[in-house]
């Protein structure tokens, strides 16, 4: 039953935004009555914690799988992006300013993973790009990961396309291809036009 609440406070809440859904249109949606959905999940916020926490999971998980398997630092990179595309096609960009704004807890969770996770994992990509000379030599991998998470920033911040739902899949994927293209040696270069 968990699950299923879940599963459909995730559609209603990357449709909506988390301000705009209500614990009602969340019990109506999976089918089930406010004491079932209340005895579950005691009130909106815990839903919310723990909606973020599982869908942080499945994104860790899914670009731990890319690492694992990716060719190169830029092939990593361009799956990751292909991957995140999908991710914020779905997502409404209200939801962004939502948890910053009204939900704490559930933004504190995917502030903890962008500077975790996220740092770690841009971090060694930039090694790996390094030492498979396909990333520039002289890049300040530090600055370079913290320019990164600032662009991730930018995304999120609610107020970069307006809550115009179609565009923020779009600009990620410009901001990443910028980014990508900026840290490429002639060789990265090259691997990267094979796919734009």
Known sequence: MRTAIIKGARKLVFKHGAKMVTMDEIAAGVGI????????????????????????????????????????????????MNFMHKVLSDINPVLFADLRKYYAAAWQLFADFKSGFVFKMVHTNLKRGINENNYRPDLNIKIITQLRLAEIDLITS????????????????????HFLLGIATLSGYKLICKHF
Do not use: C, R, W
């Not at 079932?36 to 899914?62: A, G, I, S």
């Not at 630092?73 to 361009?78: P, S």
């Not at 609610?158 to 291809?177: C, D, L, R, V």
């Open 158 to 177: 609610g107020t970069f396309y307006e809550g115009a739902k179609s565009n923020i899949a779009k600009a990620h994927f410009e901001i990443m291809k």
């Open 33 to 80: 009555s406010k004491k079932t959905l209340y005895k579950l999940f005691p009130d909106k916020v815990n839903l919310l914690t723990t909606l973020v926490t599982l869908e942080l999971k499945n994104y860790q998980n899914e670009i731990v799988a890319i690492q694992k398997q990716s060719k190169s630092a830029v092939d990593e990179i361009l799956q990751i």
